[in-house]
């Protein structure tokens, strides 16, 4: 065990045989493309039982286990579905979100259903929903009030044993609907109504008292509007949030008279604010002024912000309520698990434990009991099971300045054991462009260093979490800067003694894919090889297929422009020609972000000029493979591909 204190650490002996596998063989490619066996644990209120959802190869099944020995007391499965986010509801019962797998594509989906079970893994329900209408039409006695609707959490009702709110939508693929609030009754599925929504799509928030008080909603032209619920029925419209500017109401202060909320109309990076519900005005508490406020980190309750998470570099915490019992509990773990990402996944009513899950670069995840009254940390759960931490690599934060001013940020992963003095490198791009690269367990970054391939990751302009500023420097930019970026941090990783920079690859999925090929267009002598999963190419065919989704065309105009002349510079189809290296195109034909069509404009072009290309397509998968096998697949084919033209 581990025994804490705010000033020093004393590690005890502990045996763990049931969930902590000894590795004695070398790893696979099967354990780095494995998804997660532990999928997510908690507590009971009472302290006494942990449920955890848990992978068997198979199916995702949820065990209960007796806390005291660790005993599995039930188990539940619900068919050909999986269950996702779930809550304890009261000491017996929880409730969950339950995700389909879709016909004929290898994904999941949330149809808005929730299912109940108790922990010996009897009485499972489906309590809301399409299943829960359809088991009840032989019923001779109405036992709910369902309708054909999706429905998602809002609150637990930690006060009510029988009851949570949800957030409930007909169905409906053409109109936008307000949505309504239930209280369901988890045990048979009733439901009483408790409010409508302002406006269609809102997101809510209940007060400290579970009563719904806020809504806001994203309209077509990316303004967001904040509502305020003054009384039973009456819905005022509090205000309205700049186009593109960030807003998220976080939850009330203590007096309710004002609402901590995640903003950026105040200053360039997301910060916490305190929003006055009568005069409307904003009082900072935290603003970081290089980078976002990447997470928030609530009480147990969901109803106090105990913590701030930012990351610059790697995780760093920011203690809100340093009086606060969760706040200290949770300092005292930042300080047992320094430099680690942290989360208080669930505690007991009475606080006396805690379930915490740690996780970093070559740490995929470990959740661990805290006792306070014997102020113990006890492991229970490993996420991965397959991945032997000891044979992972560090992740090291690194950061250049631009050729025309600018910082970029990333992360350089050397091999711990390198097959030779020099290890080739493959620069691996990111998704979004939107997103960002995070120092955590990355499953693709690990499977190629453990192969011998050190791994820069970029986090070019354009990238979410550095300030507005930044992320919208990458618009219209696409095959400009953003590219100039990705070369210029390839030219400063080369430069490392333990790099050689005559053995390099680029590849990357989704936006990563299209910055791939692009960037080895553009310097054609800098890239060996190029690996593209998922990628659009043409940028003309990738306006033309995103034009009718819910913004319509103004966002697509702020990424990529509506000059057409201008798409075709950026269109990676458009200059194959100047194409030197092989590259390795990854798709999935039920992709509908960037359909196969874009993979097969490219192998077009490849033929025509008689380029050098792999063809690894896979039917049912869509962006991004999610079948183990697949992924599997796709991993060895990359392995073997980098392999062949890296000379490793």
């Not at 409906?172 to 439901?191: D, F």
């Not at 570099?313 to 200290?328: K, R, V």
């Not at 080369?494 to 989704?510: E, F, L, Y």
Request: include cysteine; aromatic fraction near 12%.
């Amino acid at each position: 065990m581990t025994r804490i204190s705010n000033n020093t650490i004393q590690t005890l002996t502990f045996l763990t045989f049931l969930f902590f596998p000894c590795y004695l063989n070398a790893m696979t490619i099967e354990d780095f493309a494995t998804k997660s066996q532990y999928r997510d644990a908690k507590l009971s209120p009472d302290g006494k039982h942990i449920v955890a959802s848990y992978d068997t190869g198979k199916k995702v099944r949820l065990y209960f286990f007796r806390l005291k020995d660790m005993k599995m007391v039930g188990n539940h499965s619900l068919g050909k579905n999986i269950p996702g986010e779930f809550h304890w509801v009261n000491n017996e019962r929880i409730v969950v979100e339950v995700l389909h797998e879709q016909v004929g594509k290898e994904n999941l989906a949330n149809y808005g259903e929730l299912y109940a079970v108790n922990l010996n893994g009897r009485r499972g329900k489906y309590i809301f929903g399409y299943s829960a209408k359809a088991e009840q039409t032989n019923s001779r006695i109405k036992k709910a009030d369902n309708t054909y609707a999706w429905g998602g959490f809002l609150d637990i009702l930690p006060n009510d044993k029988k009851h949570i709110l949800i957030v409930s939508k007909p169905y409906s693929s053409t109109v936008a609907l307000v949505q309504s609030i239930y209280k369901l009754n988890v045990y048979t599925g009733v439901q009483r109504l408790v409010t409508r929504g302002p406006v269609p799509n809102s997101n809510f928030l209940t007060d400290n008292n579970s009563k719904v008080k806020l809504a806001d909603s994203l309209s077509s032209d990316r303004v967001r509007s904040v509502y305020l619920k003054r009384d039973k029925n009456d819905w005022v419209k509090l205000r309205d949030v700049g186009k593109g500017r960030y807003f998220e109401a976080v939850t009330f202060t203590k007096d309710k008279k004002q609402v901590y909320v995640m903003d950026n109309s105040q200053s360039d990076t997301v910060g916490l604010y305190k929003l006055d519900l009568i005069n409307e005005k904003l009082d900072e508490v935290y603003v970081n002024p290089d980078v976002d406020i990447s997470d928030y980190l609530l009480s147990s309750d969901k109803k106090r912000i105990i913590a701030l998470e930012i990351d610059r570099t790697t995780p760093q915490y920011i203690i809100l309520s340093p009086e606060d019992e969760e706040a200290i509990i949770f300092k005292n773990m930042t300080i047992a698990f320094a430099g680690h990402r942290i989360r208080i996944t669930s505690k007991s009513k009475n606080g006396d434990r805690y379930v915490v899950r740690v996780s970093g670069d070559t740490n995929p995840g470990i959740y661990y009991l805290y006792d306070r009254a014997k102020n113990t940390l006890r492991p229970i759960f490993t996420a991965h099971q397959s991945v032997d931490k000891s044979s992972l690599s560090y992740v090291e934060p690194y950061s250049f300045e631009s050729s025309d001013g600018l910082t970029i940020n990333g992360y350089l992963t050397l091999p711990k054991n390198a097959k030779k003095k020099l290890s080739p490198l493959v620069v691996v791009i990111h998704g979004g462009p939107q997103s960002r690269d995070i120092w955590t367990y990355n499953s693709e970054v690990q499977m190629l260093a453990y192969h011998g391939f050190a791994v820069l990751q970029v986090n070019f302009r354009g990238s979410s979490g550095y300030g507005n500023k930044f992320e919208l420097a990458g618009n219209r930019e696409w095959g400009g800067m953003v590219q100039s970026d990705i070369i210029e941090a390839t030219r400063w990783a080369v430069k490392n003694p333990r790099i050689d920079a005559n053995r390099t690859c680029i590849m990357g999925s989704s936006f990563g894919a299209y910055s791939a090929v692009f960037s080895a267009i553009k310097e054609p002598e800098l890239y060996d090889c190029v690996i593209a999963n998922a990628g659009a190419y043409d940028l003309e065919l990738y306006y033309d297929d995103d034009k009718d989704g819910f913004f319509g065309t103004s966002f697509l105009d702020e990424m990529i422009g509506s000059d057409e002349s201008q798409w075709n510079d950026y269109s990676p189809v458009n200059f194959v020609e100047q194409l030197k290296a092989p590259i390795l195109i990854i798709h999935g034909t039920k992709d509908s972000v960037a359909p196969l069509e874009h993979a097969e404009k490219l192998k077009v072009e490849l033929d025509k000029y008689n380029k050098r290309y792999d063809w690894f397509i896979k039917k049912r998968e869509g962006h991004g493979f999610f079948a183990n096998k697949n992924r599997i697949q796709s991993y060895k084919k990359i392995i073997s591909f980098l392999s062949k033209e890296l000379d490793l």
